[in-house]
């Protein structure tokens, strides 16, 4: 349960909150008895009088029940669509990101299914690297004022933030295509077998020249390991700068195979191909890179070898992970991996 009442002082809403969450996380259904104000009191480390108002605002809305000298029981445990838990939510900056957006908006839309209450915060800048709580506005505040239980961050943290967050009791899930580092558990999409499967069958596909596009020097060292030559290209305008570039190089010095996970890379890319050749295409590699279920994205070219992410179930895998995280199971895997699954093979 959330310490919110060690920083604030309206501890009733907080008792109130915590009874919710303890509904929700017991599965109670309606007739259900809570357990004893002794009980309760041990367990949210809140006095009897502060109890009996959270107990009076959920009655007054419908969700328990009190019986004189009998007990309190759940009545309706969705009544009011009350909220339990705080969850925060450290996100880049989405302009530009119809991935970022929408995983966003997902995550957010499943805590709310799941009961919960969202914070969510936006990074300064889109800068790369371990990310500091100040660069989120708010978030440092809400991490040492207990404002939140937990944290899900599509960014990795710096050391020095996981370690105030663990200090302050406050447990975070990861979400990303990057190694978790310091981070204690979290859900990654793992873009390293993408690229050595894409690898694989581009080579089936009779490619001999491939090459695979990064959005940087990191992250394509972080990628080396499927031991094929690289470019950097940042965004539409760095994925059409890239075919610029190929389209400058005698035709038998051309990649004949292009690997990307950024679909915003992949469109800048073709529509630069297409566009510079017009009215006949004569160079058109194969190209490997991700589509994402809920975005439905689509490309002026039969010769694509895709692979398919549901945002929706990667962010439910990530939310799911941290309120089982915080309903006290200890996770046995800290590090699950979302699989892209082909759907379209060159």
């Known amino acids: 349960m959330t310490s919110f009442h060690k920083a604030l002082p309206r501890k009733v809403e907080f ?22 104000y002794s009980v309760l009191r041990e367990h949210l480390g809140l006095g009897s009088q502060t109890i009996a108002g959270a107990v009076n605002l959920l009655s007054d809305a419908g969700v328990l029940e009190v019986r004189d000298k009998v007990g309190i029981f759940v009545k309706d445990p969705d009544g009011g669509l009350l909220t339990g838990r705080t969850i925060a939510v450290a ?28 914070l969510t915060f936006f990074r300064r800048s889109q800068a790369s690297g371990g990310a500091e709580l100040t660069e989120f506005p708010g978030l440092e505040q809400a991490v040492l004022e207990h404002r939140c239980d937990g944290v899900i961050t599509l960014c990795p943290f710096s050391p020095a933030a996981v370690e105030t967050m663990k200090k302050q009791g406050i447990r975070c899930c990861f979400v ?4 978790l580092d310091v981070m204690d558990f979290g859900v990654v999409i793992e873009v390293g077998r993408f690229i050595e499967d894409a690898v694989r069958e581009l080579r089936k596909a009779g490619c001999r020249r ?25 965004s539409y305008e760095g994925g059409a700068a890239i075919a610029s570039k190929l389209l400058a190089l005698a035709p ?16 800048g890319f073709l529509s630069e191909l ?3 050749q017009l009215p006949d ?53 800290p590090r699950i991996v979302y699989r892209f699954k082909p759907v379209m093979k060159a």
């Open 176 to 179: 990303g295509d990057d190694d």
């Open 15 to 36: 008792a109130r909150d915590a009874l919710v969450t303890l509904i929700h996380d017991r599965k109670m259904s309606s007739g259900d008895r809570l357990p004893a």
């Open 210 to 234: 491939i090459i695979q596009l990064a959005v940087s020097e990191a992250q394509l060292r972080s990628r080396s390991g499927a031991n094929v030559p690289g470019m950097i290209g940042v």
């Open 274 to 276: 297409f566009a510079s």
């Open 91 to 118: 996100v880049r900056p989405i302009e530009g990101s119809a991935y970022g957006a929408t995983l966003c908006a997902f995550i957010q839309k499943i805590l709310s299914e799941r009961n919960c209450r969202c």
């Open 281 to 333: 295409i004569g160079y058109l590699p194969v190209i490997a890179t991700i589509v994402h279920r809920e975005l439905g994205e689509r490309y002026p070219s039969g010769k694509m070898l895709l692979y398919e992410q549901s945002i929706e179930e990667y962010a439910g895998l990530a939310v799911d992970q941290l309120l089982a995280v915080l309903r006290g199971r200890e996770v046995s895997n």
């Open 252 to 267: 038998e010095e051309r990649p004949d195979g292009i690997i990307s996970d950024d679909d915003i890379v992949v469109s």
